[in-house]
C-alpha cells in the first residue's frame, strides 16, 4: 500500500469544523501538505506515519479537541487503520490573558437571571435588549446560556450566519444585529437541534470567546441572559467581568419565589457583591385578549412585589401574561416592539426603570 497526501486530505476533508460548520478543508485549517513516511520497521501493527497540522482560530477554541479526535478518526477510517498519526494545533491568535480586563469599552453590564426555569427570564432579557435600543442606547446582548440558547430564535436570527474580522492582530467575532442591538450565542454555532454535550471547562471556555474574542465595540449596555439557577457559568461570569448588577425574574408563585431568593442570595454573597438592581415580576396576572380590562392572578398575586419589600430591593416591572408575548419569542419578534400595546410598555417602562437604577447607584458614595 502507498500513500499520498491527496487521500489524507480527502479524508481530512469529511470533518466538519463546528466553529465554520464547513470541512476542515473548506475552512483552511490544514495549514500545510500532510507529511506522509513510511515506518521501517513498523511498529505495533503500524506501517505509516502521517504528520498533519491544523490551524485553529484561538488556543481557547472550544472545538479544538473534539476536532483533532474526529480528524485522526477520519484518516484511520477512510485511509488505513495501519497508520499512526500525529496531529499538531497551530493558532492564528493567542486568547485574551486570563488576568486582563475584559469589555474595558462597555459601561454597564447587567446579568438577568432567574432561580429556575420557565419563568421567562430569555424573554426579559430579550426585550429588555430591544427596549434599551429604542430608547436610545447602544446595546449588546449575549446569550449565556451554553446548554438551552434561546435568543437566536427569540430575535429572528436562527438562520445567521457569523463572521470574523482581523483587528489590531486578533481575529475576533462579528455579534449579529437585530432591532439595534449586537448579539452572540453559542446558538449560532451548533444546529438549534443539536444537544450541546459538554463539560463545564468547555462551555465557559465557551462562553469566554463570546465575551473576550468578540468584537462588541463601544456599548452603553450589555444584557447578559444567564442560565436559570446557579452555576459554574455564573461563576465564571462573575470572575470575567465586573457586573453593574443583576436584575432577578420570577413568577409570583411560591416556588419560584424560592428560587428566586437563592438567586439573590448568590449575588449578594459576601465574596461575590454584585447590586440586584431590582426584581421583575413576569406573569404576574393573565388577561384574555377578549377581556382587556379582566385580570387573573393564576400563579398568585404581587409574590415578586413582597418579596422585593421583604429584600429590601426595588421592584422593577409587572408583566402579564398575554398571548402576544408568547408569539412574539416563537417568531422573532419581540413583544417592544410593538409599543402601543400593554406588554410592549410594560418592557419600555422596565428598561427605563433599570436606567435609572443604574444612574441612581453610579451616584451614591462607594462604601470602604
Same mark, same amino acid.
Given at each position: 500500500m502507498t500513500l499520498y497526501p491527496k487521500l489524507i486530505m480527502d479524508a481530512l476533508a469529511t470533518v466538519t469544523y463546528a466553529g465554520t460548520k464547513k470541512n476542515l478543508v473548506e475552512s483552511g485549517m490544514v495549514a500545510d501538505t500532510p507529511v506522509v513516511t513510511p515506518l521501517d520497521?513498523?511498529?505495533?501493527g503500524k506501517s505509516w506515519k502521517v504528520k498533519v497540522v491544523l490551524e485553529f482560530p484561538r488556543d481557547t477554541d472550544p472545538f479544538l479537541r473534539s476536532t483533532v479526535k474526529a480528524a485522526e478518526a477520519a484518516i484511520h477510517y477512510h485511509v488505513s487503520k495501519e497508520v499512526e498519526v500525529e496531529i499538531v494545533t497551530e493558532f492564528k491568535s493567542k486568547a485574551v490573558p486570563k488576568d486582563a480586563p475584559l469589555l474595558p469599552d462597555v459601561e454597564h453590564i447587567v446579568a438577568v437571571s432567574s432561580g429556575k426555569g420557565g419563568v421567562g427570564k430569555s424573554t426579559v432579557a430579550v426585550n429588555l435588549a430591544v427596549a434599551l435600543a429604542r430608547l436610545g442606547y447602544s446595546v449588546g446582548?449575549?446569550?449565556?446560556d451554553i446548554f438551552g440558547p434561546s435568543v437566536p430564535k427569540m430575535m429572528g436570527e436562527e438562520e445567521a450566519k457569523v463572521y470574523s474580522l482581523h483587528k489590531d492582530g486578533r481575529d475576533l467575532i462579528l455579534p @449579529?444585529?437585530?432591532?439595534? @442591538?449586537?448579539?452572540?450565542?453559542?446558538g449560532f454555532f451548533v444546529p438549534p437541534t443539536t444537544a450541546t454535550l459538554w463539560r463545564g471547562g468547555m462551555a465557559c471556555n465557551a462562553l469566554r470567546q463570546l465575551i473576550a474574542d468578540a468584537d462588541w465595540g463601544r456599548l452603553d449596555y450589555l444584557i447578559i441572559d444567564t442560565p436559570p439557577g446557579t452555576s459554574d457559568i455564573h461563576l465564571s461570569l462573575l470572575q470575567m467581568l465586573k457586573l453593574t448588577g443583576a436584575v432577578i425574574v420570577s413568577t409570583p408563585q411560591q416556588v419560584a419565589l424560592a428560587d428566586a431568593r437563592k438567586g439573590i442570595d448568590m449575588y /449578594? &454573597?459576601?465574596?461575590? /457583591?454584585?447590586p440586584i438592581l431590582g426584581l421583575v415580576e &413576569?406573569? $404576574?396576572?393573565?388577561?384574555? $385578549?377578549e377581556l382587556p380590562q379582566n385580570r387573573y392572578y393564576i400563579f398568585g398575586r404581587e409574590g415578586c412585589k413582597q418579596l422585593a419589600e421583604q429584600m429590601n430591593v426595588p421592584l422593577l416591572a409587572q408583566i402579564p401574561l398575554v398571548q402576544s408575548i408568547c408569539d412574539g419569542g416563537d417568531q422573532g419578534t419581540p413583544q417592544v416592539t410593538n409599543a402601543d400595546s400593554v406588554s410592549g410598555q410594560a418592557f419600555l417602562n422596565l428598561a427605563q426603570a433599570v436606567v435609572t437604577v443604574v444612574n441612581r447607584n453610579g451616584k451614591q458614595p462607594k462604601q470602604e
Open positions: 520497521p513498523p511498529v505495533e446582548l449575549l446569550d449565556a @449579529v444585529e437585530k432591532y439595534g @442591538v449586537l448579539m452572540l450565542s453559542i /449578594q &454573597n459576601e465574596k461575590v /457583591q454584585v &413576569n406573569m $404576574a396576572w393573565f388577561t384574555p $385578549a
